[in-house]
């Protein structure tokens, strides 16, 4: 692989995955950094009763199963952490190797966590035409801001993309091919919608990424793939996958039946790196491994 392309980075999604506890949370870090190989171990952040009207507060979880509370809004509370632990999470990313981020999904926690400078903190697809909160995030905070962009039309996408370039920040800017959904079937996954990213925004953005919320890991190979092909082509740079994590994909909760367990994400940072290596061409037309058999086994007429 040349030297200019740097490897994709594997984003372990924890996100409410923790169930609420702080050393469940620590776990999941230590697991997808030791074992797993991940590059960057990434949670959530809301402030509830800014980001709900009372009503959706105080209704009932739509899926009683799934819920750590009697109302909606208390179900979010308790797999909340404040920014103190969010701070013990960025030590333990430390301590781990690995590095530590978190989705901002109001004003109030993007404030909060662009004040613990982390590296990079995402918008997620729910709220990537709240422009209040990525306007604060250009002007106070210098990490790189990721975007997904389920659930949003073309037109919303490039209305993103132009916020950022108005504003300087398009080359901090990384944004993600997304079907927002738990899990998603196949067929609704949509790899070429990478390439249509790349095609139109690659040349502006800091890099195009992908978050899956699909069942197994096929589908992250065929998009680092689809992303090596573009920026082949000069189309940008391919950079970040992003899949949901967990320890027990039965566990309570919405996000874990989407998510991979360890030995998932392990091979799927396995697979990414080596596929990474092989997504290249020739440099020469007969390789050195191929000469030694080529001296053995290859037929050629002589003059």
Known sequence: MPETIQPVKVIAEIGCNHKGDLDLA?????????????????????????????EQYETPHPVSANSYGDTYGAHREFLEFDSDQHKELIECCRENGIAYSTSVWDLT??????????????????????????GYLCE??????????????????????????ERGRAKDLVVYSCTSGYPVA???????????????????VKGIGFSGHHLGIAADVAALAIGRTMQADGKGRFTHIERHFTLDRTWKGTDHAASLEPDGLRRLCRDLKNVDRALTYKGQEVLPVEQVQRDKLKWVKSA
């Not at 990721?146 to 370039?165: C, N, P, Q, R, W």
């Open 26 to 54: 620590k776990e999941l870090i230590r697991v997808a950094a030791a074992i797993c190989g991940a590059d960057i171990a990434k949670f959530q952040k809301r402030h509830n009763r800014e980001l709900m009207s009372k």
């Open 109 to 134: 926690s993007a404030k909060e966590m662009a004040a613990l400078n982390p590296p990079l903190l995402k918008i997620p697809s729910a709220t990537n035409q709240h422009y209040e909160l990525q």
């Open 140 to 165: 106070h905070y210098a990490g790189e801001i990721h975007v997904s962009t389920g659930m949003s039309t073309g037109d919303e996408i490039a209305k993103l993309i132009a916020f950022y370039a």
């Open 186 to 204: 196949f067929e609704d996954i949509c790899l070429f919608e990478i390439r249509n990213l790349m095609e139109k925004f690659g040349a502006t």
